[in-house]
């Protein structure tokens, strides 16, 4: 003790300019806490609380739950409105926006500015939104809030600033578009209409300027009355009544006519020389009965009428099938001249717009394209060609083909691997689109300065993988594997599949990748593990499959036995089966005695396939079921290409498995982990045989067994400030491996001889575990929450899959309730028996104090932060490497931390991150050269290779749900302690590289993102940015090097964030440009006697009859005006020089002119009451003028 104290003498302290010093003693929550060292660190930490901003970047994927589209016909830009108040505007591919409404309102429609460069959105709170389209990131300039009625419909004509906009009332209001000003000129329901009509119109579902006259307004009501407005004259031209409801109306070019869609499946094509009747009805999929009856029809629910030279006009509409198909998928049809075209959509249509060559709607219109979006999908159709292919859509619209199930993000890969997946993947490319150009080429966008290669990964629940190019705020499909084929399709009641109830037996659960091997691991929820090698030639191979009994079965208490003193690790060689600790059975083989036990959930293709070039699978893990028990969610996994090895844990149990080899060379329970060096007295009791319920990734089930455990001081343990270390574990004597026991022999316990099952908790502050707490109080587990995380049960099936456990809303209730308090008293809380392994990482480490040199290690960390270091033997020859075996060594350290252990990293003493070592990829199907072996080249970051004195040891950085701590390697000394939370848990976490520099990134349950710096653990930053209110938030969530994130922020979308100031900074340029200069194209000649005939349109002038000086001021009661907050802004960033001058000028003389009125409005009050009071005292005085005194 004289000597320890000694070195702490002389260690310093931290210093305020980024020098890491040992630091003194001290323990605070939610501050950084230093343990002693026996040596001095000095790191030059480099990053400040400067280098980080949190923002989001760019949003890839379909629109969540779309509600309204609309299309610029000259800027070529496309907007798309969503329930829950969020736009799209896509130009071609780079030009991406999307904007949020504040309220998260439903977008009911939106109207481009044509060529303007703004956008009016019309929400479900009946408010209008001015959006300006000049800048990168647009803002709203105005809003305009209806107080008295709702907003049903929109029209905007060419060239115009005033907005008609209809009512539930019926009523058309007029809103100026520059000033986001109501006019007072207003055509009231009762004026439309004829006196004499008995009932009300019903809400305006359409309006339109006719083509011949701009004076004359069309409104169409939902009842089915149409009036021609005359806006000079303010009365009705005339009125249609008709008997069926009215969904939408379109007019033909030249002004003469005009056709409407109906309720009952009916087209009414109307002339404007005799409006008594249609001039033209029709039922395009209403087909005459035998009786001579129509068939019942659906709603046709918009119709477009467009006109072209070359050809017939176009019909095109959306509805209208009859009621007597049954299961016939929602349709477009295309009726040109006498044909006609039914394209059949796999989702429901939400809205579609007609494309064509002209924004002048009295010109002929030459469509050349249709619109299509539907609930699930955006598709395009070419006109110009007479089997109306569709275009190759250029955006990420598929990402939710299959749900998706996990994500992984890697930046800065390597340079190469992109073009590679990306030749292999367009081999198998869709054909038969139009061989025309996007019709959607807006904007203009650069690649800008951040050119590095980023890749994202999606697992989808039907078992596909997707890689995407996601460089530059882009995102292109690359690569689509899918890991069904490697099985046998399931068959229909197949009692192993229908047991364990998965409707998605192949559903991606999590995915490990090395981009430098290409080396690929995914892990499926049916506990499978699939192995896959890149390779650029197709090769017939058969799959290898390896079956690994893990499975934990816990019993009563017996006297423990004498070779508990001396534990260690069973030699692989041994197949008795014992208590804790199940060897693989040999591929294929099954118990004859119960068809339920020591068989995979799925079956192995057996037969020689051929497979093509890319992703070939290479091995195949599966866990299997043991006495009629499914077996446990794969809950963590990490492969090494350079040791050969692949490990991967549950909540029963640890394998590693070598896969050059294919054998199973560890397969132990966690309670065999730990050795002589459990900190915990266990005490196991009888299971509780529920049975494992794995109906959805959605499930929170948490039927494990019930135990109880003690935080105490172990008597092996040596604690050091809040981490628990550990003496080198006692070897196993050589030729003498731990004898397994039979299931007639004795059942080990975890208690030592003389040790009683429990002890009183002792240094709690040093010892906290996180537990969870029981479904009995209430609400849902924490814990179960955590394994859902971590793989035990993990996605939310979307609307179409179903539970067969439980209702949707029980589960959806179940999977948004946590637990946010964990109680540190372990005695009062029912917990889990099992303690799963959360996270495991391979590398170069130090197993045990005393080691000199670094060696294999591999790191095991578990769900009561247990961390538990297992030193590996590897033979470096490469033909021993094929022919002898791994050998796995006693286990080493246990460390000890708060909560479930998420995260390793390793650094070097420099404070630099070290690399875990991998294998040089290498073509296993490429032709043999015998002039050049094909050798394994590896590459290692040894922890003493950047060292200047030899075996200087390394830093261990661990962070868990509550904490992140720093280890000093092989002393196990905790240097720096920071707990990241008291309130909540953290959810992800990772150690990433920023600025040359590295930290630890944090994403915690209550929406905080907060990073750490390496090694001392000061918090650099700190923002409530998200609240977690989705499990897919937290399941997607993960961060990556140079600052980004993302998580996916609906069932169809990608949020992409970044955390560094820098990218922040330079996010203007990396965006597209939305707007671009483009001069409106000239309208056609008319022509002297076709102008003087048809009217005259070109002469109405709106501000004489909507202007103030006109038409009044409207009620202020009826809207209110709400500016912009991003108004001045986003003009400052779009105007220049005297435009802009003139743009300030005018928002300036525009809040003038508002405060103006406000004060005349406060003045016209005060004249009002002075009036009133006037006149009440002249009543008053003339009243008491002829009385007498004795008459009051």
């Not at 929109?154 to 006019?183: A, D, M």
């Not at 779009?1134 to 809040?1151: F, H, K, P, Q, T």
């Amino acid at each position: 003790m004289k000597k320890f104290r000694k070195v702490l003498d002389g260690l310093t302290t931290s210093s305020p300019g980024g020098t890491i010093g040992s630091p003194s003693c001290g323990s605070a929550a939610g501050t950084p806490t230093a343990a002693p060292t026996p040596k001095e660190i000095d790191v030059q930490e480099t990053l400040v609380s400067e280098n980080f901003q949190l923002c989001k970047t760019v949003r890839h994927g379909f629109p969540y739950q779309p509600t309204a589209l609309a299309f610029d016909p000259v800027q070529k830009i496309l907007a798309i409105g969503s329930r829950s108040g969020g736009v799209r505007i896509l130009g071609r591919p780079g030009v991406d926006c999307y904007c949020q409404h504040e309220s998260g309102a439903a977008v009911l429609q939106l109207q481009f500015l044509i060529n303007e460069g703004a956008l009016v959105t019309a929400c479900a709170d009946d408010t209008l939104h001015l959006w300006n389209l000049r800048q990168r990131r647009p803002a709203v300039l105005h809003s305009l809030k209806f107080n008295r009625e709702r907003i049903t419909f929109c029209h905007l004509p060419f060239q115009s600033k005033w907005l008609y906009v209809g009512t539930e009332r019926g009523n058309t209001h007029i809103v100026n578009i520059e000033s986001f000003i109501l006019s007072g000129y207003v055509i009231m329901w009762n004026k439309a209409i004829e006196l004499s009509t008995k009932t009300h119109p019903g809400p305006v579902v359409h309006l339109s300027d006719s083509p011949k006259d701009e004076g004359k307004l069309l409104i169409g009501f939902e009842g089915g009355t149409i009036v021609q407005w005359d806006l000079r004259a303010k009365k009705a031209d005339f009125r249609i009544y008709y008997d069926e409801a009215i969904h939408s109306v379109s007019w033909h070019h030249e002004g003469k006519q005009f056709m409407c869609s109906h309720s009952d499946g009916s087209l009414t094509l109307w002339n404007l020389r005799n409006t008594t009747k249609p001039f033209q009805v029709t039922f395009p999929h209403g087909k005459i009965q035998k009786d001579g009856r129509k068939e019942s029809c659906k709603p046709i629910l918009k119709v477009e009428y467009k006109t072209s030279r070359s050809s017939e006009p176009f019909v095109i509409f959306s509805g209208g099938l009859s009621y007597d198909k049954a299961g016939r998928r929602p349709a477009l049809t295309i009726m040109h001249g006498k044909a006609i075209t039914v394209l059949e959509m796999d989702h429901p249509i939400v809205e579609f717009m007609v494309l064509c060559e002209t924004p002048y709607n009295n010109e002929v219109q030459e469509p050349y394209a249709v619109v299509v979006l539907l609930e699930k999908d955006l598709i395009v159709v070419d006109l110009t060609q007479s089997n109306y292919p569709v275009f190759e859509n250029p955006y990420p619209m598929d990402i939710h083909e299959s749900p998706v199930t996990c994500t992984a993000y890697f930046a800065d890969c390597p340079p190469d691997i992109i073009p590679i997946l990306y030749s292999i993947g367009a081999k198998h490319k869709k054909t038969g689109y139009s061989q025309k150009e996007w019709p959607v080429g807006g904007g203009t966008w650069t690649l800008g300065s951040h050119t590095y290669s980023e890749i994202i990964i999606t697992g989808h629940a039907d078992g596909s993988i997707k890689f995407w190019d996601a460089s530059a705020f882009t995102l292109q499909m690359l690569y689509k594997l899918k890991t069904s084929k490697v099985f046998e399709k399931p068959k229909p009641g197949d009692g192993r599949a229908a047991e364990m109830g998965e409707d998605d037996p192949f559903a991606v659960q999590m995915v490990s990748w090395c981009p430098h091997s290409r080396i690929f691991c995914v892990v499926g929820i049916s506990a499978h593990i699939i192995l896959y090698r890149f390779s650029k030639y197709e090769a017939n191979t058969q799959t290898v499959s390896l079956e690994v009994r893990l499975q934990c079965e816990p019993e009563d208490i017996i006297t423990p036995s004498e070779n508990e003193n001396n534990p260690c690790f069973s030699e692989p060689t041994s197949h008795s089966p014992q208590t804790h600790y199940q060897h693989p059975v040999s591929p294929g083989s099954r118990t004859p005695d119960g068809a339920k036990d020591s068989v995979p959930s799925l079956k192995v293709k057996e037969k020689m396939v051929r497979v093509p070039p890319g992703y070939q699978s290479d091995l195949v893990i599966q866990l299997l079921w043991v006495d009629g028990e499914p077996p446990q969610q794969i809950t963590s996994l990490d492969i090494n290409s350079a040791y050969g090895l692949l490990a991967f844990g549950n909540c029963n149990g640890l394998a590693v498995v070598d896969y050059l080899q294919k054998t199973v060379i560890l397969c132990i329970s966690t309670l065999d982990l730990y050795g002589a060096t459990d900190p915990y007295q266990r005490l196991t009791r009888s299971p509780r045989r529920n049975r494992q319920s794995t109906s959805g990734l959605t499930e929170l089930t948490d039927n494990q067994q019930s135990i109880d455990m003690e935080r105490s001081k172990s008597p092996t343990s040596d604690h050091v400030n809040g981490h628990c270390t550990s003496p080198t574990s006692q070897p196993c004597s050589a030729g003498k491996p731990r004898i397994p026991m039979g299931p007639e022999g004795p059942r080990l316990t975890r208690r030592g001889p003389g040790r009683p099952p429990f002890r009183k908790a002792q240094s709690a502050a040093c010892m906290e575990i996180s537990l969870p707490v029981s479904h009995t109080e209430g609400h849902a587990s924490r814990r179960a929450m955590l394994q859902q995380l971590h793989g035990v049960t993990m996605y939310s099936h979307d609307e179409h899959h179903t539970t067969t456990s439980y209702c949707w809303n029980e589960r959806e209730s179940r999977e948004n309730s946590f637990s946010r308090s964990r109680s540190s008293s372990v005695s009062s809380i029912d917990r889990d028996t099992k303690e799963a392994i959360t996270t495991l990482q391979f590398g170069e480490s130090y197993g045990r104090k005393h080691d000199a040199l670094p060696t294999p290690c591999l790191w095991v960390g578990t769900s009561l932060g247990v961390v538990i270091l297992i030193p590996l033997s590897i033979p470096t020859d490469h033909e021993e490497r094929m022919e002898d075996p791994v050998t796995v060594g006693p286990s080493g350290a246990v460390l000890m931390l708060k909560g479930s252990v998420l995260r390793f990293a390793f650094l070097d003493c420099n404070g630099a991150l070290i690399q875990s070592p991998y294998e040089v990829w290498r073509d296993l199907n490429a032709p043999e050269d015998p002039d050049r072996p094909r050798r394994r080249k590896l590459v290692h970051f040894s922890p003493s290779s950047s060292q200047d004195a030899f075996g200087e040891g390394h830093l261990a950085v661990v962070c868990s749900e509550r904490q992140a701590k720093v280890f000093l390697m092989p002393s196990q000394s905790c240097l720096f302690v920071h707990n990241i939370t008291e309130s909540s848990f953290v959810l992800r976490a990772d150690v990433v590289s920023l600025c040359n520099s590295v930290c630890l990134a944090c994403f915690c349950a209550n929406g905080h993102v907060m990073t750490l710096s390496l090694p001392s653990l000061r918090p650099l930053m700190d923002v409530n940015y998200l609240p977690l209110t989705d499990m897919r938030i937290a399941r997607t969530f993960c961060f990556t090097n140079e600052g980004q994130a993302l998580y996916l922020s609906s069932p169809t979308e990608i949020q992409r964030i970044t955390y560094s100031q820098e990218m922040c900074d330079n996010l203007q340029e990396m965006l597209g440009e939305l707007f671009t200069p483009i001069e409106t194209p000239e309208a056609q000649n008319r022509g002297f006697l076709k102008g003087f005939f048809g009217g005259n349109a070109h002469t109405f002038d709106r501000e004489e009859l909507f202007g103030e000086a006109a038409a009044g001021k409207a009620s202020r009661s009826l809207a209110q005006h709400i500016p912009g907050q991003g108004g001045v802004e986003g003009m400052k960033v779009a105007a220049s020089g005297v435009v802009g001058d003139l743009a300030r000028a005018r928002i300036a003389l525009d809040e003038r002119g508002q405060r103006l009125g406000e004060l005349e409005e406060r003045t016209a009050l005060m004249m009002t009451s002075a009036e009133t009071f006037s006149k009440h005292a002249h009543e008053l005085m003339l009243k008491c003028k002829d009385k007498k005194w004795y008459q009051f």
